[in-house]
């Protein structure tokens, strides 16, 4: 077991010690597959004494799944050295899980991280911007119930994911994105957000079609998958600023809260949750208190609070305003691939109006707009 990033390394399984020639050739053939343990309830277990759910390490739960064995597949795993619950994940983790996936890129087929839900969307949205140039399936996955309870779903959502990121057809991974995977949907990870914390259909891509959906068969949705163009080396982009906030709007919403929200120092952007296609009050003092934000630089990115659609700036009186003062439209963006973006764009080098046209097209097949990517 060797130490990695503050990680712990294993080998689950190890098919290159057989000697007759023709039959490692054989194995060198099976899909190689990495898998990560960040933590998370998959891998939690009831403490008896608190009755707390508190984080196991990783050889509790390939004692759970023994089939993982039987794919035939390499599979290696490495896990943290103190697994998480995701509520305590945060950019340096990512940037951990783009290290590790970048090191790993050549040497696997697809990599499958094993992550709480509870922000397992933000982790997928956030790897989404980070991996240029991925070649390979990245899949997210986790569960609702502990690996170890009887009625666990943690095991079909493992066993599926790893045999969804070694898929190839023509001899090309079948899904080279970050996504994820739970409870037979699989979905482009920036389009996700957990809408359920008891179904064990926990997630959601409200505005984007499934990649696969999985009954018997796991049938494909080759249309709405991206491939890459070009065979450039993959290359992680790592530089994060969280200088950022959202504010949700409700009516009654007070002028002294937003004036707070918008004064924070330091602050550069932020997701402005607003009614329905876009909406928010037309009044003076409103307008006049996002004006003076945009007038310091602070970026103001509109989404919409509901579920699913887009915000449509321009569309009803409510939101023309908005446009006219300097407002991005954030299209169909989830939240978590809006605040994710953000981070992501104001950490490049990059000019406000570059910013700007960057959060208004597609850079990893987060919105539904023109795809730059
Ligand atoms: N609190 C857990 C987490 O996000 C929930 C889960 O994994 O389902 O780490």
Redesign the pocket.
């Known amino acids: 077991m060797s130490r990695f990033f503050g990680v712990k390394k294993h080998k689950l399984l190890t098919l290159w010690t057989h000697s007759n020639y023709s039959i490692i050739n054989e194995f060198m053939k099976q899909p190689s597959i990495l898998i990560i343990y960040t ?4 891998g ?1 277990v009831d403490d008896p004494e608190t009755g707390v ?1 508190a984080a196991l390490n990783f050889e509790h739960i390939l004692v759970q799944v023994p089939a993982l064995k039987r794919f035939g597949y390499k599979i290696n795993t490495i896990s943290f050295e103190k697994p ?4 305590n994940v945060n950019p340096k983790i990512w940037i951990q899980l783009a290290q590790i996936i970048r090191d790993n890129h050549d040497k696997y087929d697809g990599f499958v991280i094993l ?6 969307s933000y982790s997928a949205s956030a790897l989404s911007f980070m991996l240029e140039n991925l070649h390979k399936p990245v899949i997210f996955t ?3 119930l502990p690996i170890e309870t009887i009625r666990t779903d943690g095991k079909e959502n493992i066993i599926t994911s790893i045999e969804i990121a070694a898929a190839k057809r023509n001899g090309k991974p079948v899904v080279p994105e970050v996504c994820i995977y739970f409870e037979n949907q699989l979905y482009r990870g920036n389009r996700t957000r957990k809408y359920n914390a008891e179904h064990f259909d ?1 997630f959601e891509s409200p505005n984007y079609p499934p990649l696969a959906e999985i009954g018997i068969h796991i049938k494909y949705n080759f249309e709405a998958i991206h491939y890459p163009s070009q065979k450039k080396r993959i290359n992680i982009k790592t530089n994060l600023d969280t200088n950022i906030g959202i504010l949700k709007l409700f009516p009654g919403i007070s002028k002294e809260f937003i004036f707070a929200v918008l004064s924070t120092k330091g602050l550069k952007a932020i997701v402005l949750e607003t009614f329905g296609s876009g909406n928010a009050p037309t009044e003076k003092w409103f307008v006049s208190i996002l004006k003076d934000a945009l007038t310091k630089n602070i970026i103001i990115l509109n989404i919409t609070q509901c579920n699913a659609g887009t915000v449509e700036l321009g569309r009803y009186e409510t939101s023309a305003q908005l446009a006219e003062i300097g407002i991005i439209g954030g299209g169909d963006l989830t939240t978590e691939a809006a605040i994710t973006k953000l981070m992501f764009l104001l950490g490049q080098q990059l000019t406000p109006t570059e910013i700007k046209k960057y959060l208004q097209i597609s850079i990893a097949g987060e919105i539904s707009l023109n795809r730059d990517y």
Request: glycine letters at 20%.
């Open positions: 933590g998370g309830t998959i939690m759910l998480i619950d995701s509520s992550h709480g839900t509870d922000t397992m986790g569960s609702q926990a």
